[in-house]
């Protein structure tokens, strides 16, 4: 690809507004709760589009415009099915309790409902999470800056690295906030006119239909699977991800989603950051908004790549060892529709989500390090400067551990399945454990903890004892998957499973917490306060109502 | 608390004007598969969204003196 000086210049303004963000609000940050957590006092609206922004990652444009190439519309199921039910349930549901009881974080949460070890065990594999998303983030974005700019990987990670930890060492959350909400704009911007086109020039979605129902796709079904979410997932052989509706609709609707979006606290960070119980309820919900419109900007352009690819005008799906390069359909089409200036806005915009992708993990790493390992377990009671100086100590840490996850990444092909993959191994159990904390009141530490842990091993054992795509099946080889994908809600379905009878089991056994230690902590325990007086599309559960309506017609729009 | 309306205004506002300056200095500069002046009509998109942001933040800015 081939960039003009107007591209760089693009770039280059960007990055200085990136960082004068960082500069402006260094001052702002006088205690750890400035640094790490914000103080409480993000406006709503914000806190929703870095609610979304934080998420937007590698893995959602690069992955999900090749997903919609190698895949279709059935990929939108992680918006419409995923996403938005589980985002309106945190916000209504959840929220009250992660901002009502003043917790700084998702793992000090469980410490006030459980117990020090549930504690521990969320805090410890959180941060090795967090880390690793930020390694592939940091990994894909080194690809990407090789590509177009030429530069070897070392020094487009190095490089990156440095841009990220700048402004989050100055501003902590709150620059990273700021600058993930300037990211969204752009990626808005720099993405939607490329879907405009490409639809257009396709022939519109008529045209995209017509064309591809007249072609075979690689896998052996008919090209029409591309246009419809619904009408293929029967069975697994009818659609190229190779899923049927109960694992789609148990495994990434409930468990996966519920899973990441209800207990990420890279994502409740976010709302935790908001400056009212309100607004951090509505934030989730709010941001259910764009995310719905997501699928249009990230996946449609790549559907249409693949219609493009069987007319001649010129454009074929980019090729790897033999078979297409899904991971590089969106910035090949940018190549073919945008000229110099705009491509130099599209490419900002994708180097813009890697870098908030890893600035958001960065200061989730920061929040639980500092709080929840370092002043539980290494040196408690200090005063609150000694804690500010460990965070901004720890973002150099993190973005020093994350470099060398980038390099670890470099040996999987696939970002999106490998990151689905270690979600589904630690995200899948954990929503069963918060499940049974917020809204059963006789679960007891002790279920949490084994509940979590059994969990997680049941997560690895059903990976380890099949296999899809040639993964998996270190264990032995009982059952076959047709994907990789339904090997990954499965292995939810399961963690997830294990995890919340488990938790029964062993808390029906356990000396339960007698109930006044419970309230602010637990649903039935806990009266939720309603906005009266104020007007509906302030009020989360009018606003929530409005919005999953909007999802429901989408899914069935394109059924 | 730095209204987050005004450095994002102020970058699309500029950000707008490149474009829709190239859009107008260069009107041949076309992408391979689109004969549409792409820079010229993202760049006003861009210019009327920038300056939408810093109106509000300067209505914010005037109603709490």
Known sequence: MKLAAIDYFILALYFAFVLGIGWMLRKKISTSGDFLTSGHSVPV??????????NLGAQELVGMSGNGAKYGIITAHFYWVGAVPAMIFVGLFMMPFYYGSRARSVPEYLKLRFDEKTRGLNALSFAGMTIFSSGISMYALGLLMKLVLGWSFTTSVLCSAAIVLAYTFLGGLTSAIYNEVLQFFLIVFGFSPLAIMAVAKAGGWAGMSARLSTMTLPTGQNGDVMVHSWKYVAHTADNPMGIEVFGL????????????????????????????????????????????MMPFIVIVPGIAALALSQMDVGYSLPMKNGGPDYDQVLTTLMGKFYPAGMLGVGLTGLMASFMSGMAGNVTAFNTVFTYDIYQTYIRPGRPDHHYLTVGRMTTIVGVALSICTAYLAQSYNSINDLLQLVFSFVNAPLFGTFLLGMFWKRAT?????????????????????????????????????????????????MAWTVCFTTTIVVSLATQPRPEKE????????????????????????????AIGTLALILNFWFA | MMDLRIPSGSFFVLLGLILAGMGILTPGERAALTDANVNLYCGFAMLAFGSFLLALAWRAAHKQP
């Open chain 1, 518 to 545: 419970l309230v602010g902590l637990v649903y039935s325990l806990t009266p939720l306060k309603h906005d009266e007086g104020v007007s509906w599309y302030k009020r989360p559960v009018p606003l929530a109502i």
């Open chain 1, 249 to 292: 609709v148990a495994g990434l609707g409930f468990v996966m989603s519920f899973g990441y979006w209800c207990t990420d606290f890279l994502v409740i960070q976010r709302a935790m950051a908001a400056n009212s119980m309100s607004a951090s309820r509505r934030t989730p919900v709010i941001a259910a908004l764009p995310k719905m």
């Open chain 1, 45 to 54: 609206w914000i806190t929703s589009l870095a609610f979304l922004a934080a």
């Open chain 1, 445 to 493: 530490g002790h279920g949490a903890f084994f509940g979590l842990l059994s969990g997680t091993c049941a997560a690895a054992l059903t990976h380890g004892f099949t296999v899809a795509e040639g993964k998996g099946g270190w264990l032995g080889q009982v059952h076959h998957f047709p994907s990789s994908m339904a090997q990954n809600f499965w292995i939810a379905i």
